[in-house]
């Protein structure tokens, strides 16, 4: 069967740095999507990786590993605000999106 | 700029009773989608359409049903609701180009839906 797995929740320090991990298993590979989504709000995109290596965008960058299905999201000099839930999306070979649960990144002072 | 458009914001529904949920973007995007999130549980694809006129099932069609007349709108219907639909709703949306879907998806602000 097609599965993401992400860890439930993670706590981290303002000013840190922070790595969400994900791993997948879908049937054929089209993509893979980092979403952020705050607390009673829509989910936003933030990166979209389809070859393997590091995708840097300001404080947040993505990385892929197709022959391991193995993303990871980094988030360098953490604020308060980036304390929201981080959802990772494979794409299958349907062009479908397959979500995990999300992981709820918790910054403390 | 609205992008997506979602109502109501929150709804309390009987049990047994119809509710349709609407949604309204002005990206002129070709695809939409309907999903529900649960707490615990990732995103899950109720029903989508890749261009008006057409509509397909995702993982949890059952219960639901929608309509594409025109590129804009994307209702989510509930013929007869029951407690297991409470949940958050999102409506999404996304460019399509040749047969395939490999943009982002832009989400409303969701509908929170309970049912009693």
């Known amino acids: 069967g097609q599965n993401i797995d992400q860890p439930t929740e993670m706590t981290a320090t303002e000013g840190a740095i922070v790595q969400i991990n994900c791993t997948y298993q879908?049937?054929?590979?089209?993509?893979l999507f980092w979403y952020q989504q705050h607390a009673g709000e829509a989910p936003t995109f933030l990166s979209y990786?389809?070859l393997d290596g590091l995708e840097e965008k300001g404080r947040f960058s993505s990385f892929l590993s197709r022959s391991k299905g193995y993303s990871y999201l980094l988030l360098k000099e953490l604020q308060m605000k980036d304390s929201a839930s981080y959802l990772c999306a494979a794409m299958d070979s349907n062009y479908q999106l397959i979500w995990g649960a999300g992981t709820k990144l918790i910054i403390k002072p | 700029i609205a992008g997506i458009t979602q109502a109501p914001t929150s709804q309390i529904l009987a049990a047994g009773r119809r509710m349709t949920l609407r949604c309204t973007q002005d990206m002129r995007h070709n695809a939409m989608y309907w999903y529900r999130q649960d707490l615990g549980l990732g995103l899950r694809l109720i029903h989508y359409?890749?261009?008006?006129?057409?509509?397909g099932k995702g993982e949890v069609p059952d219960g639901y049903s929608v309509s594409r007349a025109n590129t804009d709108d994307f209702p989510l219907t509930l013929a007869s609701a029951v407690p297991s639909q409470t949940s958050v709703y999102f409506c999404?949306?996304?460019?399509?180009?040749?047969?395939?879907?490999?943009?982002?998806?832009?989400f409303g602000e969701g509908s929170r839906l309970t049912v009693l």
């Open positions: 999404a949306s996304s460019e399509q180009t040749s047969g395939s879907t490999t943009g982002e998806l832009f």
């Open positions: 990786n389809v």
């Open positions: 879908t049937s054929g590979f089209n993509g």
């Open positions: 359409s890749n261009t008006a006129g057409t509509t």
